[in-house]
């Protein structure tokens, strides 16, 4: 079994910073990619920003130039650094690990972090 666990998420002012870690850990070989979605209130999951493991990183547009994914593979983690937050920044941060089986590759996702930014 894999456990993916989030930390970093809470409220802050607009304008303000956030950093958000996941760590994975259990059965792992190996990690595709690995990233993070986030679902607003009302509205569908979405992408925030993914790195795979030769290094290849991909934002949304919306937060091109605020947000930073980094990966560190010798420990199974990914972060998220949040700068120059916005009140449309507001929703629960998932991160995803893409693991390889002899079956094919799956997704893992962690339980949700609260990121809540004030006007």
Request: net charge positive; glycine share 12%; charged share 20%.
């Amino acid at each position: 079994q894999v456990e993916l666990l989030e930390s970093g998420g809470g409220l802050v002012q607009a304008g303000g910073s956030l950093r958000l870690s996941c760590a994975a850990s259990g059965r792992i070989f190996i990690i595709n990619g690995m990233g993070w979605y986030r679902q607003a209130p009302g509205k569908q999951r979405e992408l925030v920003a993914t790195a795979n493991r030769g290094g290849r990183i991909n934002y949304t547009d919306s937060v091109k130039g605020r947000f930073t994914i980094t990966r560190d593979n010798a420990k199974n983690t990914v972060y998220l650094q949040m700068n120059s937050l916005k009140p449309e920044d507001t929703a629960v941060y998932y991160c995803n690990a893409q693991i390889p089986r002899s079956t094919g590759v799956y997704d893992y996702w962690g339980q949700g972090t609260q990121v809540t930014v004030s006007s």
